[in-house]
């Protein structure tokens, strides 16, 4: 099952951008969903995630910039990225984590470029 991810583009330094991502099958309880970035020659990491019951996690470098929300009824997560910095610049993942299966869903991947 693969998530279906928007909002990527162009902007530059200290702009914002929205990333929506939906997961298919309403009606499906989804645990933990988020987002992770790859920036070019570095690691996947993880940049926000909330819980089914609302709670939030942030990486240290977002914390402050980026707000992570959720739809439950919609299986739709929200990244909401403003004072964004040149080395935010990377592709971002969504993922679900499926409260019955324990399986976990990726999205095809969103590129964003903050130019300075």
């Known amino acids: 099952v693969q998530l279906q991810a928007s909002g990527g583009g162009l902007v530059q330094v200290g702009g914002s951008l929205r990333l929506s991502c939906t997961a298919p099958?309403?009606?499906?309880?989804?645990?933990?969903i988020g987002w992770y970035r790859q920036a070019p020659g570095k690691q996947r990491e993880l940049v926000a995630f909330?819980?089914?019951?609302?709670?939030?996690n942030y990486a240290d470098s977002v914390k402050g910039r980026f707000t992570i929300s959720r739809d439950n009824a919609k299986n739709t997560v929200v990244l909401q990225m403003d004072s964004l910095k040149p080395e935010d610049t990377a592709v971002y993942y969504c993922?679900?984590?499926?409260?019955?299966?324990?399986?976990?869903?990726w999205g095809q991947g969103t590129l964003v470029t903050v130019s300075s």
């Open positions: 993922y679900a984590d499926w409260a019955l299966s324990r399986l976990r869903s």
């Open positions: 099958g309403s009606g499906f309880s989804i645990n933990a």
């Open positions: 909330i819980t089914s019951g609302g709670s939030t």
